[in-house]
């Protein structure tokens, strides 16, 4: 299965005044994984639909910052 999370390696040039950031990274959306949408998928109750912005769990992704682990109970 793939990773929601990518690694970008930007040109740094030798001239750059600034030290250069050698790794970005970036969040793909997880309806680029699937293709196409299947029957019967799970769903959220009204309320969670509400919170995470999708009804169905596999479209769900919680954007968490690569510099800090996801906290509890920010997860579904």
């Known amino acids: ?6 690694v970008w390696y930007p040109y740094a040039s030798p001239f750059d005044p600034c030290p ?3 790794a970005k990274t970036y969040s793909t ?3 680029l994984f699937l293709g196409f949408q299947p029957p019967n998928l799970e ?6 639909a509400l919170r ?5 769990k ?3 992704d919680p954007w968490y910052s690569p510099y ?5 109970g920010d997860h579904i």
Request: charged share 15%; no cysteine.
């Open 1 to 6: 299965m793939s990773t929601h999370r990518r």
């Open 20 to 22: 250069p950031i050698t």
């Open 29 to 31: 959306p997880p309806n």
């Open 43 to 48: 769903q959220f109750t009204p309320m969670q």
């Open 52 to 56: 995470t912005g999708t009804l169905w």
């Open 58 to 60: 596999v479209f769900y």
């Open 68 to 72: 800090e682990a996801p906290r509890d």
